[in-house]
């Protein structure tokens, strides 16, 4: 691919409309350049389920026709840009399949909100991108559509279940990419791929009728700059008649952020209960350290929390699951994933009073977060424990092993899913550095209740202070 091309793939988001306002490139010369990459490096990562280029083309020239003739005040937020789009939104008419056999034919009869969203904002579809089995796991692998692959070591996983999305985020497939994120579908992603994944407040962004996951699930981008995920968030966020929790509020992230000097920021490594390998350790240390270098003030915290995080959480997910796609088992069970069939198995065991109980856990979770939110402006620690994982990685195996010591396969390794938990305080993953192997690691800022803006005011300093723009896998 020519150089000119691969700088069109890897141009933000918000970079690129400012070119195609000015009549720098057009929508057709990006979406062009995007398909030559996606043909290139798409056969090494598995990242797509379905290419949608003779559309995408044809859309960009009617985008062309807008930014030759319209006044910039007529022009859409996202006005031809390219977009993915996970196989776990719904697109009305469109094949949907959740990585699933039982769905493999599946066609949806309605448009995911935040998608239909993007589309009326002038979004151009140009891929979907793969997930795992029901969005199950957080290494991408489907049992209809293999193994995604990470394009900075095709070894190891891109992480899930938003992987496609991180992976040809990372491998610049496309300008923007969507994703879900119920214990870290977002922000695994992020870290494993190097880029940015915001979980927005639960109620800020309008669920889909068709995922009822209660307050677990969340709609989110996944991008190359905090930017770029503001630009996203500015045209998904809103109330919607699909979802009774979705918010009034018309919540819009400004493009320019006030310093961090004199702000409060609680760091934990560990969550009070993880092995963390020292590579990220020592990134995440250094994030701090460039806080502490930006006027902030950053004090290391112990927030308390242990292993009964996980139960409290695998309890609802599982029961959620279950209540999703329990009715699937007798006919799809030696077709599904084993881990997936294992989690579905598990929650149609559980009884409505146990579901009940997990709000204890999850009221317990929050007296211990909650005067550190109180104190500080927010709270940093690292997205994953460790800086990759082999694509071929057994989510009920017991050979995954942190500083000598054995964790869980499927949740030991990441640090996303209690704050599912505490789904109502926005968390955002954005690249801290790289580890030992090369591989990216993230780091995590977790924000008050509906206080998306500091989340976004500190990333947004921190992509500013170490710089990751620019940095592209191998691939």
């Not at 009728?209 to 809103?238: F, I």
């Not at 270098?293 to 599982?318: Q, S």
């Not at 927010?378 to 800086?387: D, G, N």
């Not at 192997?437 to 206080?451: A, H, N, S, V």
Request: overall charge neutral.
């Amino acid at each position: 691919m020519k150089k000119a091309d691969l700088e069109l793939c890897y141009m933000s988001a918000t970079d690129v409309i400012k070119n195609f306002r000015s009549k720098t490139i057009s929508p057709s010369e990006l979406t062009k350049a995007l398909i030559s990459r996606c043909e290139e490096v798409n056969p090494s990562l598995n990242a797509i389920t379905e290419s949608h280029f003779q559309e995408a083309t044809e859309a960009a020239k009617k985008a062309d026709k807008k930014y030759f003739n319209s006044k910039s005040s007529r022009l859409r937020a996202l006005e031809g840009v390219p977009i993915a789009v996970k196989d776990f939104h719904s697109i009305k008419g469109h094949r949907t399949t959740y990585g699933s056999k039982a769905f493999e034919h599946h066609k949806a009869d309605n448009t995911a909100p935040t998608v239909d969203r993007l589309f009326k904002a002038g979004a151009n579809l140009l891929i979907r991108t793969t997930t795992p089995e029901f969005a199950y796991s957080g290494i991408t692998r489907s049992p209809l559509w293999g193994t995604t692959k990470n394009p900075w070591d095709l070894n190891c996983t891109p992480g899930g279940s938003s992987g496609g999305a991180g992976a040809a985020i990372a491998a610049g497939m496309t300008t923007l990419a969507d994703g879900t994120d119920g214990g870290g579908s977002c922000r695994i992603p992020a870290a494993f791929s190097g880029c940015v994944g915001y979980k927005p407040p639960y109620g800020r962004n309008p669920g889909d009728r068709e995922h009822p996951l209660e307050s677990l699930l969340v709609y989110g981008p996944l991008t190359r700059t905090v930017n770029d995920a503001a630009l996203m968030q500015n045209v998904t966020t809103g109330k919607h008649v699909a979802d009774q929790a979705s918010l009034d509020e018309n919540y819009q992230l400004p493009s320019e952020h006030s310093s961090v000097k004199g702000m409060k920021i609680a760091l934990s490594i560990n969550l009070g209960y993880y092995e963390i390998a020292p590579d990220v350790e020592k990134n995440t240390k250094d994030m701090a350290t460039a806080l502490r270098r930006l006027g902030a003030k950053v004090e290391e915290v112990d927030v308390g929390w242990n292993w009964g995080v996980l139960d409290t959480w695998y309890t609802r997910w599982e029961a959620a699951f279950a209540g999703l796609v329990g009715d699937l088992l007798p006919r799809w069970k030696y077709e599904m994933t084993p881990y997936c069939v294992k989690i579905l198995e598990k929650g149609l065991e559980h009884s409505a009073v146990r579901l009940y109980q997990t709000n204890a856990g999850r009221a317990q979770q929050w007296d211990s977060l909650a005067p550190i939110l109180e104190k500080y402006d927010a709270l940093i620690c690292p997205t994953t424990a460790v800086s990759s994982l082999p694509h071929t990685h057994n989510e009920d195996g017991d050979d995954l092993v942190i500083n000598g010591k054995h964790v869980n396969n499927y949740l030991g390794w990441t640090l996303t899913y209690p704050f599912n938990n505490l789904n109502w305080c926005p968390v955002m993953s954005l690249p801290s550095g790289f580890g030992d192997t090369g591989m990216p690691t993230g780091l995590q800022i977790c924000g008050r209740t509906f206080d998306d803006a500091t989340v976004f005011r500190i990333a947004s300093a921190l992509e500013k202070a170490r710089p990751w723009v620019g940095t592209r896998p191998p691939i």
